[in-house]
Nanobody, 124 residues
């Protein structure tokens, strides 16, 4: 599975962005798709995940209520709607595909395939 993350950019604090994760040459049907991010000088961390079949979702506490993950059957993408962005959300965002159980959605080791990352910069 090849993943392509897109939608990053520069936005002011309080603004919104939508990231998309697309799969080439494969469908998401048997996978969970997760979004992770790596802020400058920090380790990569879990942001959100969704199971394509069934729609189970999970969010990091730091983004609950601000970010929303969804699947688009028409586009075959998993989108991450990010609202009320703040400078602490500045990071490279990666999407990944794997087959974790719901309770392990946040575990990086459960994801087999990773996209190249898309950079999000939030200015204050």
């Amino acid at each position: 599975v090849q993943l392509q993350a897109s939608g990053g950019g520069l936005v002011q604090a309080g603004g919104s962005l939508t990231l998309s994760c697309a799969a080439s040459r494969h469908s998401f049907s048997s996978y969970a798709i997760g979004w992770f991010r790596r802020a400058p000088g920090k380790e990569r961390e879990f942001v959100a995940a969704i199971r394509w079949s069934g729609g189970n979702k999970s969010y990091a506490d730091s983004v609950k209520g601000r970010f929303a993950i969804s699947r688009s059957y028409a586009k075959n993408t998993v989108d991450l709607q990010m609202n009320s962005l703040n400078p602490e959300d500045t990071a490279v965002y990666y999407c990944a595909a794997g087959r974790p159980i719901v309770s392990a959605f946040s575990e990086e080791s459960m994801y087999y395939y990773w996209g190249q990352g898309t950079e999000v910069t939030v200015s204050s």
